[in-house]
């Protein structure tokens, strides 16, 4: 113990340090930094040495750089003069600003960034960084990022005590200069914590707070680039921490789940043999295996909380039908989720063809006639409708099943934790079977589905034919026409699948872009003889649904869609797909479009048109494995783009990265499966609990 001031645990609040009072930890909080923890995990974005501060009366006595926009130079001075106008030419914002340090002045542009002149004010001290030119009235710094350090010259020199400044980024009114004091203080004042890793986890990593001191406080022999890279031992204990902390929240709810008892679903060989009856075809391997992996859950006593995984067109469907009908043909419910309207009635088609009319199935959608509605109700709350298909409409209040026993939810990415909420209050606690629309990389489902068993099918229905990938220029395009015209006069059918365009983006002009309207144009002027059915997401649900329907039937031979055909829409005579401007999808999202044709027997072509990210769009030229293209698409955009921007799940780590920490997450599972099988220590639980909401754990009780 030392015999200074009493320490502070890093869990205490941050109203513990000096100027902060209710009001500014209430904005921290909303930035999610309410503990000392929280704010030392939010670690420097940029660590300046120095070494690399240079004077501005020094900067034109320097070698010109070879290529002077490569090279970043760091200044730091007071700003003397700041104003604002607009350019002759091509009618441009621009903000200028002097900056003095003593030696010298330089002159800072900003184009189109006329926010700034609310920012930054003459008098404010600031670290600039960017590269030099030559203006017209001498050196000046173009679009250079900077950073407040203050105002007037008072305060500048205890930002050098160490050879690295680190910066922090701003927080509403808190700028990055009040977070570097607020660290500080904080480092000063905490105590060092309970080991929380196992020593298999800790081996060889400093203690929490050597680890935060080094982040935060560098020595000068440390390695900017190592820091800013976040690859340091120092990083790999925060990182772990987090790591664990999360894999032991997911290790608790699983364990948690274990002692439920599940219902027991009853096996038979009678059973089997009515269910293999139903199918039109033989199960592939890989199908069977997910299938048994399934009934041993069902059969098991536990309650099942299974992901199916597979490449586009891998069968998950049937899958699901063979898990649901065990249920349904001994006197359960099951229910299908499907996320669309379109899909819940494809599902519901299939289940006919393989029961027959007469099937005790029941669809429910949304907007249904209020005496169809009830009727279906009323089918689902006696039992009468086992097998029960629809849209998130079935987990209104108003539904009540007498005895559901499965939830099979089909294309979602996030395990249905308000569905599970929401059936919660109906006393059930059924077996869940999560279908995933595209394969998702291992690390990726472990952080966001967790506490599920996975089951994938990793190998396609025989027949196939494959489909020929071809990346077009935009001057080629005439090719696609010509395949699309081929397809179509042997009495195919045809997508075309335009960007969904902002009409804002049209200004940002990399690439001129052609939005959906000048497409239907291009496509009506060149296959005048060919029905054309345009879908987009701004169509009203009716409308899209019945236009759908009209390709599905094969009255309207050419569809041109925005995304919203991307999931499981299934129509075998389709043969061709164009995406126009494919650089505006990520890999796995087109690699789900080009899973829409390729259905059939017959040969089918997926064609993409760019002029740009040919390189990124290559990878679905060269592949077909859904995993590998999954694995690529998240090393390119992350897990949080990966998942799109809708309610992705992904828990939001600080130091951790889902992409580069892969192999550390796997170790952190393993050992919080053999923690929580020993039982935690009272200093990990309190943890977790801090942890609860940032990681999105379940509730630990
Ligand atoms: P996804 O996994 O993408 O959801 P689907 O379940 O829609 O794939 O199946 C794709 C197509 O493959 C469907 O037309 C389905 O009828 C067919 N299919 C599924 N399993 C088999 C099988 N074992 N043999 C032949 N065709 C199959
Ligand atoms: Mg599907």
Known sequence: ?????????????????????????????????????????????????????????????????????????????????????????????????????????????????????????????????????????????????????????????????????PLYRKLGP???????????????????????????????LPDTLAALRLLHQPPDESDAQELENRDTPAHGRLASEELFAFALGVALRRAGRMKRRGIIVPTSPELREKLRALLPFHLTGAQRGAFKEIVDDLTSGRVMHRLLQGDVGSGKTLVAFLAMAMVAETGGQATLLAPTEVLARQHALTF?????????????????KAAEKRAALARIASGEARYVVGTHALFQEAVSFANLQLVVVDEQHRFGVKQREALKGKGADPHWLVMSATPIPRSLALAVFGDLEQSVLDELPPGRQPVTTRLLDSEDAERAWDIVDRELAAGHQAFVVSPAIDPQDGSEGKVPLRDIQAMEALLTARFPEITLTVVHGRLKADELEKRMAAFVAGEARLLLATTVIEVGVDVANATVMVVDHAERFGLSQLHQLRGRVGRGKVHSHFLMISGSETQRLRALVETSDGFRIAQKDLELRGPGEFFGTRQSGVPQFQVADLVRDRQLLASCRESAERAVARGLTESQLAWLRQEQARLKLAEIS
């Open 1 to 165: 113990m030392p015999p200074t001031l009493p320490s502070l645990p890093l869990s205490a609040k941050l109203t513990v340090l000096r100027g902060v009072g209710p009001a500014f930890a209430t904005i921290l909080e909303d930035a999610g930094i309410a503990s000392m923890r929280d704010l030392l995990m939010a670690l420097p974005y940029r660590y300046v040495d120095r070494g690399s501060l240079l004077k501005i009366g020094e900067l034109d006595r320097r070698p010109v750089p070879r290529d002077p926009d490569r090279e970043i130079v760091t200044v730091l001075g007071v700003i003397k003069d700041l104003r604002q106008s607009t350019t002759r030419v091509q009618r441009m914002a621009l903000t200028e600003a002097l900056l003095d340090d003593g030696t010298g002045h330089l002159r800072l542009v900003w184009f189109n960034q006329a926010y700034l002149a609310r920012v930054l004010k003459p008098g404010d001290r600031i670290l600039a960084f960017g590269p030099l030119s030559a203006g017209r009235q001498g050196l000046e710094m173009r679009s250079p990022a900077f950073e407040v350090m203050g105002r007037g010259s008072d305060e500048a020199e205890d930002l050098w005590v160490r050879r690295y400044l």
């Open 352 to 368: 006919q063809r393989l029961l027959g009319e007469n099937a005790p199935m029941q669809l429910l959608l949304g907007p249904m």
């Open 174 to 204: 808190i700028t990055g200069r009040v977070r570097q004091r607020l660290v500080g203080e904080a480092l000063a004042r905490v105590g060092a914590p309970d080991e929380l890793l196992p020593p298999e986890l800790a081996r060889g």
